[in-house]
């Protein structure tokens, strides 16, 4: 009988692998990681592939995906996901926190350093399981600037790279940067011996040197950064040298990527801020960030594509050739040569069934308090006095937006005497970019808060207003490229429109100039007075759609 099922399992198991293979594409499409992934940093151990991204003010930080095959990712924690590890603290502002974090595996452990931008600076964190649990953080004393990564030669030393000037030069030009280096112990995240100004970028007048990692192929240390600013001028460029302080020198095919020369005529826009990875099998590749074009607007944030590149030796030594043969960052071309390895899709809709939260879900800034619960199959959010305008942590449970087109829907249970007292359904940007579409004492609001480009107050105006008396009210919310048309309804079959088509580029980058991305999702608030009630969401759905109707 045991044989029996052995011999069962191994013709399932065999035939599971002959059917992926079959199923197998032999594209993919870019991005990799659709919406708000910024800054991406990737290592690899064995046959798998670990990578990490910026979060800036939300929580948890460093989300950390997986995979078998370069193409299909799956969520499996984040480097910060304790709030006593780092607190957020009030007053965090818009785009400021964790910054362009590096992700590096050394005998046994896997090591991110990052940024705290608005706070204490850079710092190491460690874990022998990449899901977690990592270390609280370890401070490094005198580490001015941003971006660090780590790179360990061949000796055993590790050396810590970072964005930043040293040698008090900064103010020679307009945008000014550069890359130091300096030793480090990074289990104590000791700086060791001096500093040493390695670049300020590969033109005499480069702007914005930053994003640093440093590898060593075929004999060369090989600088790679981004450069330009993480706008239109966007670009990666490498540097050459023989030894490891240098001198790091321009390579002649600088920017190795870029498509500032482009303006918005493709696709895909500002590329910058990559990492390199060599395959088990010896092919390399690239990942970076990227942006896409939706009506001339970028409502996705700054995203993470994926490249092929090829190792060349020109007369500047070692020279990455990204996307032979084309250049440019591509919608749609041959996946690498590992084995197609899907993952589960993440639920679109969530029932809250589970006692914990899902992984997707995030905060602005950490919780210092419990204010939501699972209980009987709902979201439970407590009513707190802080609001979605005020830079601290409110009521408000979100995930990121991937997709130009979408759906998203929630079932409130909530009801209030008071006129203070609201809930419902957010779409957000920052603290003064966000709709709301929420449940009050006795009508359903529609409102938006609008500060163009980061200036001037921030004023909440209500768009439309219908009476609204029951407890229970589904509210929905459908984006179309840059328009969002909200509504409101007893059930998802009785839905009604509640003002006309609203501008989402008000959520576009254009608009805010910063550096987080669109979230969507659940909100409660007492408006600046001390509040008991709560606010059950029964379940929350967001729907991806890939073409506009």
């Known amino acids: 009988m045991m044989k029996q099922r052995i011999i069962t399992l191994l013709f399932l198991t065999l035939s599971l692998q002959t059917l992926w293979g079959q199923n197998a ?3 993919f499409k870019n991005p990799i990681l659709p919406g708000f992934h910024p800054d991406p940093s990737i290592c690899r151990v064995g046959d798998t592939y670990y990578m990490v991204n910026s979060s800036f003010e939300w929580y948890p930080g460093l989300p950390i995906h997986k995979s078998k095959d370069l193409v299909n990712w799956e969520l499996i924690g984040y480097g910060l996901d304790r709030p006593d590890q780092i607190v957020y603290k009030d007053g965090l502002r818009d785009s400021n926190g964790i910054f362009a974090p590096s992700i590096r595996y050394h005998e046994g452990t896997f090591y991110i350093i990052t940024t705290m931008v608005g706070q204490n600076g850079n710092f190491i964190i460690t874990a022998k399981d990449p899901a977690g649990p990592w270390s609280d953080p370890k401070w490094i004393k005198d580490a001015p600037g941003i971006d660090p990564s780590l790179f360990w030669d061949d000796d055993g030393k590790c050396y810590y790279t970072g964005a930043g000037i040293v040698d008090g030069t900064e103010k020679e030009w307009p945008g000014k940067n550069g890359v130091w280096m300096q030793e480090i112990d990074p289990d104590n995240a000791i700086l060791i011996g001096e500093k040493k100004q390695l670049t300020y970028g590969h033109a005499s007048n480069a702007r914005w040197a930053e994003g640093p990692h440093l590898y060593k192929i075929d004999g060369e ?17 490498i540097f050459n040298s023989k030894d490891i302080w240098g001198p790091y020198i321009p390579n002649h095919a600088n920017p190795i990527i870029t498509h500032r020369h482009l303006g918005k005529t493709y696709p895909i826009i500002q590329p910058g801020h990559a990492d390199l990875i060599q395959t088990q099998n010896g092919e390399w590749w690239s ?32 020279t990455p050739i990204y996307n032979p043969g084309i250049g440019l960052l591509q919608e749609e071309q041959k996946r690498p040569d590992l084995p197609w390895t899907p993952v589960k899709k993440l639920e679109e809709k969530d029932e809250f069934t589970s006692d914990k939260l899902a992984l997707k879900w995030n905060f602005l800034r950490s919780p210092q308090e419990e204010w939501y619960q699972l209980k009987d199959d709902q979201l439970q959010i407590q009513l ?14 979100g995930q ?12 409130l249970l909530f009801n209030s005497k008071k006129e203070n007292e609201k809930a419902g359904l957010v ?4 603290h003064g970019n966000h709709y709301q579409l929420v449940k009050s004492k006795k009508e359903i609001l529609l409102v938006k808060t609008f500060q163009k480009g980061n200036k001037g107050d921030v004023t909440p105006e209500i768009i439309a207003r219908v009476p609204y008396t029951k407890k229970e009210v589904v509210l929905n919310v459908e984006v179309k490229g840059i328009s969002a048309q909200f509504y409101y309804g007893e059930t998802q079959d009785q839905l009604q429109p509640l003002g006309g088509k609203q501008d989402y580029t008000i959520l ?27 606010a059950s969401f029964d379940w929350f759905d967001l729907k991806p759609h890939q073409e506009l109707e």
């Open 25 to 27: 594409p032999t594209t």
């Open 221 to 237: 240390y090989i600088l790679l950064i981004g450069e330009g600013g993480t706008g239109e001028f966007h670009s990666v460029t």
């Open 287 to 318: 990942v970076l960030l990227a942006k896409r074009l939706v009506d001339g607007y970028v409502t996705l944030a700054r995203e993470t594509f994926l490249a092929k590149v090829i190792m060349t030796k020109q007369e500047s030594g070692v």
């Open 384 to 397: 707190r006095p802080t609001t979605l305008t005020d830079l601290s942590n409110p009521s408000f449970i």
């Open 400 to 411: 990121r937006t991937t997709s130009f087109n979408y759906s998203a829907s929630t079932k």
């Open 427 to 430: 779409i957000y940007r920052r």
């Open 508 to 534: 576009s980058d254009e608009a805010t100039l910063k550096f987080n991305g669109v979230y969507i999702g659940m909100y409660a608030t007492s408006e600046q007075l001390p509040s008991k009630t709560k």
